[in-house]
DNA sequence: CAATTAAACAATGTATACAGTATCCGGTAT
DNA sequence: ATACCGGATACTGTATACATTGTTTAATTG
């Protein structure tokens, strides 16, 4: 048995992520050191750590003085998260080492998963994270997938936002498709630039939505 | 007369990671935060606060249970940082608004200073961060910025130990006047690619230096 | 004498306490 | 009625306290 002792901080940030995420602390509300330390039964000290990492992480706004809170959808916000993802996941891509076919399959199976998994937003954007997180972890510069995984936790909370407001509930699977065809040819670079333009094109249609 | 009221935490984040530039806290090197909080006057709480930041950014490494200590400099590291900035400043670069004249003028004067500045290193590289952040503050990409600055962090600090322990005290500025050349005339997606190669090979530089 | 272990010490992670501010609410004056 | 003031409340930022865990040292045993 493996033992493991998280810092309570690890535990509470992820908490907080989930519940924003779900929508559960909307965007703009106050997020009160207090009140979450009393809910989760444990002390201050690790829920301001949390908070401080998720302020950084931009998740959080935090104004001196005046403690936290959710951070507004923002068409600008979207529009810069996107174009350095834009910009990253290519990259990770290029500095990939060539991909072997037992990825390439499980690529298919996530995305076929995915392709049945209609209804459930939460758990389509949670397998779209997967299939992008099996797609880069051939890249040897593990700062720059953490990074991704990072910047990721923004459109993911827009996203997380538009498919419960907009009513949409699955994703577009033929982005998939195309990026495991380019790199069944072995086409590394077509891969990248298929995300690339991904990238644009997804935030051009949450911008075209967001108030 | 304008109050502003710093929180202690981020006076001391830039305390520790200008005790790490100039080398007062080696590579490797326990930083424990309740010797700081003494020797700064302050507790504990704000100064863990800044060593978790620092360790969010790479500059310490958290073991959990261990405390915190100066990461050591690594090939691998400085590779990733440089792969990563090389791709994200020729995309500041790029999505920046036209380049004034105004601004090409500053880039020349802040040039010209660092060209005189010969033998005192730590000037040379702040100045040289200063170059760079003219260069890019027309991106209207914030958050870009604020992730660029964060990273430099890493590769500075590399600057720092290469010159002081390289023996060498300046840095060239051929690259300057080449980036500058093309803005004048108005290539900014050459001047992009400077910047990229100047990364890349920057980063061979440090490589073959480190043990 | 080397290896091992246990006990004292020290440092981390978390909890609690405190001081200074912002916020909210009711009252008063215009 | 509305705008302004004052007090009470609540919350943030920082300090201090405590418990657990890691580290070191010294003693003991093979």
Redesign the interface.
Known sequence: MLIT?A?I?DQVYRHILEQVDRGDLPAGSRVRDTALAVVLGVSR?PV??AL??LA?D?VLDAE??RGFRVRRLDRA?I???G??LG??EP?ALE?SSEILPERLARLEAVAERLERTRGDALRCIDLDDEWHRILLEGCP????LR?IATLRQIPRRYLHAYLREAGRVSLSTIHHSRVLQALRRGERATAAELLRRRWQRGVKEMESWIP
């Open positions: 002792r810092p901080r000290t301001r750590e401080l990492r950084g931009g001196a003085g916000e529009g810069e998260v174009a350095m910009a990253l990259l500095l510069n593990q700062r720059l990074l």
